[in-house]
């Protein structure tokens, strides 16, 4: 049921970046708390209790527009009533200042952390308290511009005293879709691309987009009608699942982001455009129903058996091909048989190195993604082929120099 009762604020601040990589050493354990969590989120959406609020996480880079849309739902909240989190970064938390300004909110300020590690104890009893102290309809939680959803949304997903009371209905991302075309346009001069966090401007970017339900493409009016129709091809490469948006000044209405019933994680875990490609469920842009152009957006899957010549390889990766602004996947070297070899490239972007380990039971190969713009395929493929190993050179291939770094 829906209240007219005025919406509270919880304000959370953080001083470091987010993303450290996890050992290689608890990935198979990850895998088995990403299967619990799923199942928990089933069994929680079957029982369709109304005791749990549903939780809308925006995320989005600094300055893409999230206080913006924040404040809009605030102001026109068509019914609902509604909690707000705000997840700003550094001691002061100007976001929430701009929220509660905005709304005349109560705020209560947690600092010195992050939500999804040193704050995420704080950010667990801060939301229970709220759930039993406070009667409202919805949890809307603002994220920090350096914050991944994921770490975020599985507080909503595990935490047993959460599950209970919240479950997480919609992943929004706010997209700067001005500062989307000029981190991916390599015609543009720009800064290195570094982002607050410590991570690179388009891997945050790219993260963002490739796990959400609703993408909301913000500040249209500062790109031209032809660059944004790139950028949305772009984007529904990315992420093909989302429901995708044009905004000015995130103007959407609450309904579009509130209790919309639309996430499910193993969809949007599943979802990423580079892995449906090695899902092998990538539906060719030529084919699509709607008959939207591409915009000379598309991708493709390289994969072999065969193993990189190390030096080869990394030759290519620093000559990377024109027009392949992401690519992802796992390939394989001569002087590491038992290792897997992560390939990551996200606008100027790009690293490679050990991701894990074969199992027993796998069958160890080259897979790797490749989405872009006027990507010419036939070359790239040549291109690789001559990176592999001749026959002459698997007689002894642990003989080769390696380049790439070993953890």
């Known amino acids: 049921m829906?209240?007219?009762?005025?919406?509270?604020?919880?304000?959370?601040?953080?001083?470091?970046?987010?993303?450290?990589?996890?050992?290689?050493?608890?990935?198979?354990?990850?895998?088995?708390?990403?299967?619990?969590?799923?199942?928990?989120?089933?069994?929680?959406?079957?029982?369709?209790?109304?005791?749990?609020?549903?939780?809308?996480l925006v995320s989005g880079t600094l300055g893409a527009g999230k206080t913006t849309l924040v404040n809009r739902i605030l102001q026109n909240q068509a019914g609902y009533d509604v909690a707000v989190l705000v997840n700003d970064m550094g001691e002061i938390n100007v976001d929430a200042e701009l929220v509660a300004g905005s709304t005349d909110e109560d705020v209560i300020d947690l600092t010195n952390g992050c939500i999804c590690c040193r704050l995420r104890d704080d950010l667990t009893d801060e939301v229970v308290r709220l759930a039993d102290e406070r009667a409202f309809d919805c949890l809307l939680v603002e994220a920090s511009g350096v914050s991944e959803p994921f770490p975020i949304a599985k507080t909503f997903l595990e935490e047993d005293e959460v599950t209970d009371r919240y479950r997480l209905d919609t992943m929004v991302s706010v997209l700067d879709a001005y500062g989307f075309w000029k981190e991916f346009d390599p015609e543009t001069t720009r800064p290195d691309g570094r982002h607050p966090g410590g991570r690179e401007l388009a891997n945050v970017l790219v993260d963002q987009v490739e796990f959400c339900d609703v993408l909301l493409l913000n500040k249209c009016d500062l790109v031209p009608d032809d660059a944004i129709d790139e950028v949305e091809a772009v984007a529904r490469e990315l992420?093909?699942?989302?429901?995708?948006?044009?905004?000015?000044?995130?103007?959407?209405?609450?309904?579009?982001?509130?209790?919309t019933g639309l996430f499910d994680f193993d969809a949007v875990r599943r979802s990423a455009g580079w892995k449906r490609q090695l899902a092998g469920e990538h539906e060719d842009s030529h084919d699509r129903a709607d008959g939207e152009g591409d915009h000379g957006v598309s991708s493709f899957c390289y994969e072999s058996t065969r193993p990189f010549h190390p030096e080869r390889f990394n030759t290519w990766i620093d000559e990377w091909p024109s027009g392949v602004y992401r690519a992802k996947g796992f390939f394989l070297l001569p002087t590491r048989s038992e290792t897997v070899m992560g390939l990551n490239r996200a606008g100027p972007s790009v690293t490679a190195g050990p991701i894990g380990e074969w199992r027993a039971d796998d069958e160890p190969a080259t897979r790797l993604v490749f989405i872009g713009t006027d990507v010419d395929e036939a070359a790239i493929r040549e291109q690789l082929a001559d990176c592999l190993l001749t026959d002459e050179e698997m007689a002894d291939a642990d003989a080769f120099s390696d380049p790439f770094p070993t953890a």
């Open 2 to 56: 829906r209240r007219s009762r005025v919406p509270w604020c919880i304000t959370l601040s953080v001083e470091s970046a987010l993303g450290s990589k996890s050992s290689v050493s608890v990935l198979r354990i990850r895998r088995l708390r990403n299967v619990i969590s799923l199942l928990r989120q089933r069994l929680v959406m079957t029982a369709g209790s109304d005791d749990t609020r549903p939780v809308t």
């Open 239 to 259: 992420q093909p699942r989302a429901s995708l948006y044009r905004t000015t000044y995130a103007d959407v209405s609450p309904e579009t982001v509130l209790d």
